[in-house]
């Protein structure tokens, strides 16, 4: 790949890589399909191959050569150290509390990290009927922090969320960290950049801004008032072993995907 | 005892109009051909069970099977909507679809509380979400450390359904893989069909296979390449370009229908929808 290739790339990228970066290797992940699963395989293909990456299908440790479109791909249970049931997953590796990172994609996000996955629009007569909860109450409240991978419009950054589907950081009065559970959201990767939770007031707060981004650019695109941080961080575009291990993540046997 | 009886009988001795029925398999082992049966047979009124009701449960809903959906996850894996089912939440087409949905975390429990016959399974979740209050749960304490739990009934159908690797004569199951819920769904069900890749004179054991022995199923039908477009491990892939194919066939009502005529209610059995599936494919080439 030359130079002028590498400086040639999609915001799906950027966010894929930019989520890739903040996976430490030996992280044990909890991955959903989609863009989660495309960011943390480009971790394990770079800077961290010891990263476990468990699959809510029972999957533990998958190592997939390509791409997996559903989260019960075959490759996963052939790659995986261990093959376990559905309640087993969820009740003694999930909620047992031995996972370090939640990885997940929602429509829409709040100020303080609260997901909508379950209907826009009223929950009786929705305008999109979207598909649901699956995994991600218990993983936003079980794994010890929890990133969020979502594009960013005034649509999915919303003031009101149409429905609480997943709680975004845990209240006092429902702490699952007192019972050992995990903090909740610690980080939202969008097209446009890196969100955190603000020390004190726990508001996501923008910290990086990804190339060719202003912050007016993110204010425009999002459907509260946004926070900046002060000292925001600039993201270096992917670098070219980046690019090249991302777009060497081919799907298994079909042509494209949409993630 | 299981006894083994053709997929067609099986479907009209086990199924009745009104049922709670639970066709299970998480991603692989999906049992397409059963639900293509109780289309053909055009059962009414039933409330589908399953965590993820993808491409099966979107076709019995669009072919009108079903009265009430309880789910976890109502989506085509790695494609986007659900196209059938969206219309039945939204516009109500073809039929008004009730809706009970949980985490997947809260149907695992509530499996594994049928299995167990447990009244209720607790899950460590819903706390200050939505959900909580659009769903069949109950917030119990926990009598030794006075932890908020929620509790989620057992789910316990009349009928579950699962498709494995293979049986033996005696209706002996063995299932290996992602193995999801189904060994959960076919101790909690009141009666059970288990479609199968082929039956054998001899199950050899395989270690980390589930085995489910012959007498806590009530059926065994053979149904080779009864899981596709999802997968039997070790047998065939899972036909992923089909997912995505899906989306379009789907998409609109009219399209959805004529494919279903086509497809399912126009062959007699699984061996004539495959065939026709083939030729269209060798043809598309």
Redesign the interface.
């Known amino acids: 790949m030359t130079e002028a290739e590498a400086a040639s790339y999609t915001a799906d990228e950027m966010m894929a890589v930019a989520a890739a970066r903040r996976l430490e290797d030996g992280a044990v992940c909890f991955v959903g399909?989609?863009l989660p699963s495309r960011a943390a395989n480009l971790a394990r293909a770079t800077h961290a191959p010891n990263c476990v990456l468990i699959y809510?299908?029972?999957?533990i440790g998958a190592k997939p050569r390509h791409l997996?479109?559903?989260?019960?791909?075959?490759e996963?249970?052939e790659t995986a150290d261990a093959?376990v049931?559905?309640?087993e997953i969820?009740?003694y590796w999930?909620?047992g509390g031995r996972i370090d990172v939640g990885f997940l994609g929602a429509a829409q996000i709040d100020r303080h990290g609260n997901l909508n996955s379950?209907v826009i629009g009223e929950?009786e007569?929705?305008?999109?009927?979207?598909?649901?909860?699956?995994?991600?109450?218990?993983i936003a409240?079980?794994c010890r922090e929890t990133f969020v991978m979502l594009r960013q419009t005034p649509r999915t950054f919303v003031e009101r969320l149409d429905?609480?589907?997943?709680?975004g950081q845990?209240?006092d009065s429902?702490a699952?960290s007192a019972?050992g559970?995990g903090v909740g959201v610690t980080c939202v990767v969008t097209d446009l950049g890196v969100f955190e939770p603000d020390p004190e007031t726990r508001e996501l707060t923008m910290t990086e801004l990804f190339p060719d981004v202003t912050a007016d650019d993110a204010r425009e695109a999002a459907g509260w008032n946004l926070r900046i941080a002060a000292a925001i961080q600039l993201v270096q575009p992917p670098a070219i072993d980046e690019l090249e291990a991302l777009r060497a993540l081919k799907?298994?046997?079909?042509q494209?995907?949409?993630? | 005892m299981a006894e083994i009886v053709p997929l067609t009988d099986a479907v009209r001795d086990l199924v009745r109009d009104g049922d709670v029925v639970a066709l299970e398999g998480f991603t692989h082992l999906i049992p397409h051909a059963v639900g293509h049966e109780l289309i053909r047979q055009q059962r009414r009124d039933l409330t589908l069970v399953r965590m993820t009701p993808d491409i099966v449960y979107d076709q019995l809903i669009g072919m009108g099977c079903a009265r009430k959906l309880v789910f976890s996850w109502g989506g085509n894996p790695g494609v986007g909507s659900l196209h059938r089912l969206r219309d039945a939440v939204e516009h109500d087409w073809p039929a008004p679809l009730e809706l009970e949905e949980h985490s997947h975390a809260g149907m695992a429990a509530g499996y594994a509380a049928g299995a167990s016959n447990f009244p209720f399974g607790i899950v460590r979740g819903y706390e200050g979400t939505d959900l909580s209050t659009r769903t069949n749960i109950a917030w119990i304490t926990c009598p030794f450390t006075g932890e908020r739990l929620a509790a989620v009934p057992a789910i316990r159908p009349d009928v579950g359904i699962i498709h494995a690797q293979r049986a033996d004569a005696a209706g002996n199951v063995q299932l290996w893989g992602i193995s999801g819920v189904q060994k959960e769904v076919v101790l909690g069900s009141r009666r059970s069909l288990v479609t199968v890749e082929e039956i054998v004179p001899e199950l050899e054991p395989r270690p980390d296979a589930v085995l489910l022995p012959a007498w806590t199923v009530t059926a065994v039908s053979v149904a080779a390449g009864g899981a596709h477009p999802s997968y039997a491990h070790g047998y065939y892939d899972r036909d992923n370009a089909f997912y995505v194919r899906w989306d379009e066939i789907s998409r609109d009502r009219d399209g959805f229908l004529e494919w279903m005529q086509r497809h399912v209610l126009e062959t007699a059995d699984l061996g004539e929808y495959q065939r026709l599936l083939q030729a269209r494919e060798a043809s598309t080439v």
């Open positions: 399909i989609g809510e299908s029972g999957a997996p479109l559903s989260i019960g791909d075959g996963l249970a093959v049931s559905v309640p969820f009740s999930l909620q379950t929950y007569r929705p305008k999109v009927r979207l598909p649901g909860a699956g995994g991600a109450p218990e409240a079980w429905f609480l589907t997943t709680v845990p209240s429902n699952p019972r559970g799907p298994a046997n079909q494209t995907v949409s993630s």
